[in-house]
C-alpha cells in the first residue's frame, strides 16, 4: 500500500472568544478535536454532520487558510501546518478548493477566462494566447463551451458558475481538491451533473477529493470512505457502503434515519434522538454524544471513547457498541481503490 496523499494527525482548532471582566481565563469554541484520517491519491473522503460539527473548519485548517490550534497536516510527507509563507505559497499548487457559494467565490469583476487563468498567473507569466487556450481546455472538461470564458459570473446560472469553480480549481493541475459544499446551492438536477462530472475527472486525473456535505444521498452514490463528525470529533469511518448498510455508532445511525428516501418500499431505520447539539465552548465530559444518546451508561459520561476498529477498514468511537477487547486506533486507516471507480457514476446518471 502506497503512503497516503493527505494525512491528518490530531488536527486542532480553538477559536477564542471574549472573557468574562472579572477573569483572566479566556474560554474558547472546540471547533475541532484531534481529528486524524488519511486520503490516497484517487480517493473520495467524505465527511458528513450536522451544520456546527467541524466539517468547514476541517477544510479551511486542510487549505491552511485558517492555522491549527494543534496537530500536522501532511501533503506527500510535508506538514504545511508549519510552513512559512513562501513554502506555503509554492504548496499552494498540489492542493485546491471548491467553495459553498458559487457565486461569492468567483470575483465579479472579471470574465470566466481571467477566473481561471489568474491562479496559473501567480506562478507563472502567460501569453494571451496560452491564456485563451488554458481557459478553453478547461471551459471543455468542466462541459461548458469555450465562448464562455468571456461571460462574467452574474451572467452564468448556478451550475454553470460551480462548473467553474471547479475548473478553476483544476488549472493548477492539483493532487487534492476539497469540496466543502459544493454541490448544495443547487438544484437536484444540477447536482447529479456536478457530481458525475467530479467522479469523471477523478476518473481521467486520478484526483483525490475530500468531499464535505450534510447530504448522506450526494455521499453515498460519491464517496469512498466515510468520517461522521459530531461537535469536533470523528466518531466513525468506515467505507461507505459498508457504513449506510450497517452503521454502529448511535449518531450515525439517527443521521442515515433523518435522511429522507425517496423509496417508499424501502426499510428505513427507527432511531430518535432528543435535544439539543451541546455547545462546544462548554461540551460535555466523556462522549459528547451522551446527551442525546439512548445507549448511554456511566462510562459515557466520564471517558471520552478511542476510535476502535471493528471490521476490516471500519472504526468507531463508542463504548457501548466498540467491542472492549479490541485496542484503539488512528481513522488513518488505508483505501483501497475500487477497480473501475467511473462504475460509480451509474449510481447517479
Do not use: W
Amino acid at each position: 500500500m502506497s503512503s497516503p496523499l493527505l494525512k491528518v494527525e490530531n488536527l486542532t482548532k480553538h477559536f477564542p472568544i471574549g472573557g468574562g471582566f472579572f477573569t483572566s481565563i479566556q474560554p474558547v469554541v472546540r471547533a475541532v478535536e484531534g481529528v486524524s484520517f488519511s486520503v490516497q491519491a484517487g480517493e473520495t473522503f467524505c465527511i458528513v454532520g450536522e451544520s456546527g460539527c467541524g466539517k468547514s473548519t476541517v477544510a479551511r485548517l486542510l487549505m491552511r487558510l485558517t492555522d491549527p490550534t494543534g496537530g500536522r497536516v501532511l501533503i506527500d510527507g510535508i506538514d504545511i501546518a508549519g510552513l512559512k509563507k513562501d513554502e506555503l505559497r509554492a504548496s499552494r499548487r498540489r492542493m485546491q478548493m471548491v467553495f459553498q457559494d458559487p457565486y461569492s467565490s468567483l470575483n465579479p469583476r472579471l470574465t470566466a477566462g481571467q477566473i481561471i487563468t489568474e491562479p496559473v498567473e501567480n506562478f507563472e507569466r502567460l501569453s494571451s494566447r496560452q491564456r485563451q487556450a488554458l481557459a478553453a481546455d478547461l471551459l471543455k472538461k468542466v462541459g461548458m463551451s469555450p465562448e464562455m470564458m468571456h461571460r462574467l459570473p452574474s451572467e452564468m446560472s448556478g451550475g454553470q458558475r460551480q462548473r467553474l469553480g471547479i475548473a478553476r480549481a483544476l488549472a493548477l493541475n492539483p493532487m487534492l481538491v476539497i469540496l466543502d459544499e459544493a454541490v448544495s446551492a443547487l438544484d437536484v438536477s444540477v447536482q447529479a451533473q456536478i457530481l458525475n462530472l467530479l467522479m469523471d475527472l477523478q476518473q481521467q486525473l486520478g484526483i483525490a477529493f475530500v468531499f464535505i456535505s450534510h447530504d448522506l444521498g450526494v455521499v453515498e452514490h460519491i464517496g469512498h470512505r466515510v468520517a461522521v463528525m459530531y461537535l469536533g470529533r470523528i466518531v466513525e469511518v468506515a467505507p461507505c457502503e459498508a457504513l449506510f448498510a450497517g452503521p454502529v455508532h448511535p449518531y450515525t445511525e439517527a443521521l442515515i434515519a433523518a435522511a429522507p428516501v425517496p423509496d417508499p418500499t424501502r426499510i428505513r431505520l427507527d432511531v430518535l434522538i432528543k435535544g439539543e447539539v451541546p455547545s462546544p465552548v462548554n461540551p460535555p465530559t466523556g462522549c459528547a454524544f451522551h446527551p442525546r444518546c439512548p445507549l448511554a451508561q456511566d462510562r459515557c459520561r466520564k471517558e471520552i471513547p478511542p476510535l476502535v476498529q471493528i471490521a476490516d477498514g471500519h472504526v468507531v468511537a463508542c463504548h457501548v457498541r466498540a467491542p472492549a477487547q479490541d485496542t484503539s486506533v488512528s481513522s488513518t486507516l488505508a483505501f483501497d481503490p475500487p477497480n473501475n471507480v467511473a462504475a460509480l457514476a451509474g449510481k447517479i446518471a
